[in-house]
Antibody
Framework: QVQLVESGGGLVKPGGSLRLSCAAS????????MSWIRQAPGKGLEWVSY????????YYADSVKGRFTISRDNAKNSLYLQMNSLRAEDTAVYYC????????????WGQGTLVTVSS | QSALTQPASVSGSPGQSITISCTGT?????????VSWYQQHPGKAPKLMIY???NRPSGVPDRFSGSKSGNTASLTISGLQAEDEADYYC??????????FGGGTKLTVL
């Protein structure tokens, strides 16, 4: 069965960095676009970024552009999100999700990993 | 990248039907048939309920249906059940090749 397991969250000071990972299993990872979505405590969902199956196409939300970098390693069935220059407003649960088809919808989600940016 | 507009809350009694709207612009909802809907129970990850405006993934009951007219998409739940009580989010692909979510709607089953 499809499984997505995020890791790497934690407490970090403003201006710091963190790298999130998402381990995928149960499907051919290299066939699918993948996305990161976040949810601040008590707030709604916010799309962060997606990456194409080959890694050649990448887009970011304006709120993270220039600070966050999405990447993938198809040989390791893993998705990553490098987060730099973190701000308090980046505090959220970060989910990785599989794209059913490009742009079509996110059909499988991980359980999320909490990132807290605070001094 | 302004969020899509959803009502903050809707409610209905068991067995009734409810509709949640999701309003965007011609640059997102109105411009593409790439609207999806997600259900999220407290403390859980979102679940895909509708994709490409009106398609249901395998396992989603046919009580859930989606539609679109102009810049507004809608999710209808018929035969409301207690377990449908949750937050619902719409999302759309945009002309900037990004994705935008709605603010979310809390569904209360009375």
């Amino acid at each position: 069965q499809v499984q997505l397991v995020e890791s790497g969250g934690g407490l970090v000071k403003p201006g710091g960095s963190l790298r999130l990972s998402c381990a995928a299993s149960g499907f051919t990872f290299s066939d699918y676009y993948m996305s990161w979505i976040r949810q601040a405590p008590g707030k709604g969902l916010e799309w962060v970024s997606y990456i194409s199956s080959s890694g050649s196409t990448i887009y970011y939300a304006d709120s993270v552009k220039g600070r966050f970098t999405i990447s993938r390693d198809n040989a390791k069935n893993s998705l990553y999100l490098q987060m730099n220059s973190l701000r308090a407003e980046d505090t959220a649960v970060y989910y990785c999700a599989r794209d059913l088809e490009p742009e079509a919808g996110l059909d499988y989600w991980g359980q999320g990993t909490l990132v807290t940016v605070s001094s | 990248q302004s969020a899509l507009t959803q009502p903050a809350s809707v409610s209905g009694s068991p067995g009734q039907s409810i509709t949640i709207s999701c309003t965007g612009t011609s640059s997102d909802v109105g411009g593409y048939n790439y609207v999806s809907w997600y259900q999220q129970h407290p403390g859980k990850a979102p679940k895909l309920m509708i994709y490409e405006v009106s398609n249901r993934p395998s396992g989603v009951p046919d009580r859930f249906s989606g539609s679109k007219s102009g810049n507004t998409a809608s999710l209808t739940i018929s035969g409301l059940q207690a377990e449908d009580e949750a937050d619902y989010y719409c999302s759309s692909y945009t002309s900037s090749s990004t994705v935008v979510f709605g603010g979310g709607t809390k569904l209360t089953v009375l």
